[in-house]
């Protein structure tokens, strides 16, 4: 027996809210539409990962989701276009990422973030 997925499922009646969040400046792609569920991601192959944290690291709240991106100066820039407030960072942290944490349009803190 193996995992072979983890899914976020978040909580919302406008599904449709997060394409330009997590399509539009994430550039995930919509891979599945029923109506009551949109989901969003990508054909490359992921790590299956589940952390459990009593901090963010830095003494920074602990974020709901973490997504690392190979552009974060690009994504930085586009979440600021689309309106989306920075609430941490941008910082380059001593365990060698770079990141930012931003809310997505359902109030759920994310961990946008590269590793150097």
């Known amino acids: 027996m ?5 899914v976020a499922n978040i909580d919302t009646k406008d ?3 997060a394409k330009t ?5 994430l ?3 919509m891979i599945m539409d029923h109506g ?3 989901t969003y991601g990508t054909q490359e192959r992921m790590s299956v990962q589940i952390s459990f ?3 963010g690291g830095g003494g920074t709240p602990v974020p709901d989701l973490s997504i690392e991106v190979d552009d ?3 994504v930085l820039e586009g979440m600021r276009r689309g309106g989306f407030r920075i609430e941490y960072g941008p910082v ?4 060698g990422v770079r990141r930012f944490f931003v809310r997505d349009p359902f109030g759920k803190l994310v961990n946008i973030l590269t590793h150097l």
């Open 72 to 74: 974060l100066e690009t």
């Open 15 to 17: 599904a449709a809210a």
């Open 53 to 55: 944290a009593s901090e």
């Open 92 to 95: 380059l942290e001593p365990w």
């Open 27 to 29: 550039g995930l792609d």
């Open 21 to 25: 969040f997590y399509q539009d400046v």
């Open 36 to 38: 009551w569920i949109t």
């Open 2 to 6: 193996g995992v072979k997925r983890i």
